[in-house]
């Protein structure tokens, strides 16, 4: 079940470091925007996703993970889904998302959520991350940006 997060934020940053392994550029943004958990039955947190308005009617999911043991299971999927129809009754038109040119399995995930990718900025990660990044044995460089309308 998705649940809107208006206090403790910083209780959900383990979670958040997932999927940016920078805890001050979390930090930069964790007070802003809103946070959603994706919560079991039990109200067991098994995913999170934190988004932001880029301008009226865009939004910008600046990050979303789920809890290992729960990943490929369908619940990033679902948590995803439920916060764009939330977005869509409150008459948003359009979603952002940004992620690595090495996150394989992102370009992937959002791709099947129907986002396209719209641009690509070169270097990005190189120069705004102190630590080099690499994933499934690629070199983070790129920001590779994907857009979905509502």
Same mark, same amino acid.
């Given at each position: 079940?998705?649940?809107?997060?208006?206090?403790?934020?910083?209780?959900?940053?383990?979670?958040?470091?997932?999927?940016?392994?920078?805890?001050?550029?979390?930090?930069?943004?964790?007070?802003?925007?809103?946070?959603?958990?994706?919560?079991?039955?039990?109200?067991?947190?098994?995913? %999170?996703?934190?988004?932001?308005?880029?301008?009226?009617?865009? %939004?910008?999911?600046?990050?979303?993970? %789920?809890?290992?043991?729960?990943?490929?299971?369908?619940?990033?999927?679902?948590?995803?889904?439920?916060?764009?129809?939330?977005?869509?009754?409150?008459?948003?038109?359009? %979603?952002?998302?940004?992620?690595?040119?090495?996150?394989?399995?992102?370009?992937?995930?959002?791709?099947?959520?129907?986002?396209?990718?719209?641009?690509?900025?070169?270097?990005?990660?190189?120069?705004?991350?102190?630590?080099?990044?690499?994933?499934?044995?690629?070199?983070?460089?790129?920001?590779?940006?994907?857009?979905?309308?509502?």
């Amino acid at each position: 079940m998705l649940h809107l997060i208006e206090r403790n934020r910083d209780a959900y940053l383990p979670l958040l470091l997932l999927a940016d392994p920078s805890e001050a550029m979390v930090r930069s943004y964790l007070p802003e925007g809103e946070l959603y958990a994706w919560r079991s039955e039990e109200e067991e947190t098994i995913g %999170v996703l934190h988004l932001l308005e880029i301008e009226p009617g865009g %939004v910008e999911i600046k990050n979303m993970a %789920v809890r290992e043991g729960y990943q490929g299971q369908g619940f990033g999927k679902q948590l995803v889904q439920a916060v764009l129809r939330n977005l869509k009754e409150r008459e948003y038109r359009e %979603v952002v998302v940004r992620t690595g040119n090495s996150s394989i399995g992102n370009l992937a995930f959002y791709q099947k959520l129907g986002f396209r990718m719209s641009g690509i900025e070169f270097d990005y990660f190189t120069r705004t991350y102190e630590d080099t990044i690499v994933e499934n044995g690629i070199p983070c460089r790129d920001l590779i940006i994907f857009k979905r309308p509502l």
